[in-house]
């Protein structure tokens, strides 16, 4: 073991036992995380087996310089949170009809110009907005459509209330999703978009602005999220091991963010466990490309441990079902993976029988990052969505994926 991953444990051991209390619940703990651990492990063996450290070191290098995904970028803009921290968004406007080549236009809208709707896209935890790259690259150009990093993610600015030691909470990021609105789309109809911890965004800002959703907002999707009862998700892991973590991972979670450097030092040095754990929460297909696999790998790894902490508690308190009334008269699509292990599906389908005329697509085969295992899905549905918002004709289609590439 090297000398930064024996710190990285001695200081991980210290936070466990101090959270927990007592050695009995750290070791129940400690036996559930190593059901995932040794999942992990088990495959990184097998790798090195027959790659080298170094070899692996050099294939997630060639992956991070020839992949293209999260490569798209906007007309870069700044909204401001009521407690002053600054979220950074990024647009893409419609082309001029006559600059987008006739065969893309036709196969996206038909022969009829797309009514002036904006899409505005909201991320999960320890994610940013380069996480819709595919559905981004399909809409380009020709919906108008609105893409931002959470407080404390991507290029946003950490959390100004969080600095004072104000808890993050769902309904603040329901705030900061209407500031963004005001400063990116003051005015015309809106469809919102959110996966996981930004569907929740999506259902807080409709708690706080039900005027909002009434006056503005045609359409919504939600994409593997939850309407709340967090506390019982068990993550794929045996029940008296999640007890014992959920009762002691926010302390941990907090210790650790309190040596920051320590712990990223070490997440470094454990690099291929990790990605072998975010591949184990993130898809269920076994043919995942490497590239998408490595993409998602660096977008959670760009996630501080200390906002990890910051953010992990709001989860539990989370509890927004009677808010999804807000969305009854609405076209709603509710989307999830089938053996999504972060947000199971069965909270989906709990959204779904609340809002019965919503559209409900269990994709099979599919993981908590859907829109990235299999966007073609993600597309063809928010297509739908969008004729249904009177968007798009009813007889459009969205082309592959391919301009996702180009």
């Not at 490569?71 to 803009?77: D, E, H, S, V």
């Not at 297909?285 to 906002?307: L, N, Q």
Request: hydrophobic share 45%.
């Amino acid at each position: 073991m090297s000398e930064s991953s024996a710190e990285t444990a001695e200081a991980v051991m210290g936070a466990t036992a101090a959270a927990a209390g007592n050695w009995r619940l750290a070791g129940l703990a400690g036996a559930a995380l190593g059901v995932v651990a040794a999942g992990a492990a088990a495959g990184v063996a097998i790798e090195r087996t027959t790659v080298g450290r170094g070899m692996r070191r050099k294939a997630r290098l060639a992956l991070d310089s020839a992949g293209p995904y999260g490569t798209l970028r906007g007309i870069p803009g700044k909204a401001y949170a009521d407690d002053g921290t600054e979220l950074y968004y990024e647009v893409d406007d419609v082309e001029r009809a006559e600059r987008i080549p006739a065969q893309r236009r036709r196969r996206l809208f038909g022969r009829k110009a797309p009514a002036p709707v904006t899409v505005v896209f909201s991320h999960g935890y320890c994610l940013n907005q380069d996480s819709w790259h595919f559905q981004r690259a399909a809409l380009r150009g020709v919906v108008r459509t609105v893409h931002w990093d959470q407080r404390s993610h991507g290029r946003s600015g950490r959390g100004m209330a969080q600095a004072d030691g104000t808890p993050v909470s769902i309904d603040q990021l329901g705030r900061d999703l209407k500031a963004v609105i005001d400063a990116a789309v003051p005015e015309g109809p809106i469809v919102l978009v959110g996966h996981s911890m930004g569907g929740m965004t999506v259902m807080a800002l409709a708690d706080q602005y039900p005027e909002l959703v009434r006056d503005r907002v045609v359409g919504v999707a939600l994409v593997g999220t939850s309407s709340g009862r967090l506390g019982e998700v068990n993550f794929g892991l045996p029940v008296a091991g999640v007890n014992a973590i959920r009762r002691i991972l926010p302390g941990v979670l907090r210790a650790l963010g309190q040596q920051a450097e320590l712990v990223e030092k070490g997440r470094r040095a454990t690099a291929d466990l990790f990605a072998g754990i975010i591949k184990r929460y993130s898809f269920a297909s076994r043919d995942i490309d490497p590239a998408v696999a490595r993409f998602a790998e660096r977008m959670i790894e760009s996630t501080p441990i200390d906002v990890v902490a910051e953010f992990y508690p709001a989860f539990s308190d989370h509890d927004k079902t009677k808010a999804l009334a807000r969305f009854a008269d609405l076209p709603v699509l509710v989307l999830a993976g089938v053996q999504d292990l972060v947000t199971p599906s069965e909270h989906s389908e709990a959204i779904a029988d609340l809002l019965p005329d919503a559209e409900l697509v269990l994709v099979p085969d599919a993981g908590h990052l859907v829109m990235l295992e299999h966007p073609e899905v993600v597309i063809d549905r928010l297509a739908d969505l969008l004729a249904r918002t009177g968007a798009v004709p009813a007889t459009a289609t969205v082309g592959g994926c391919d301009s996702a590439l180009s």
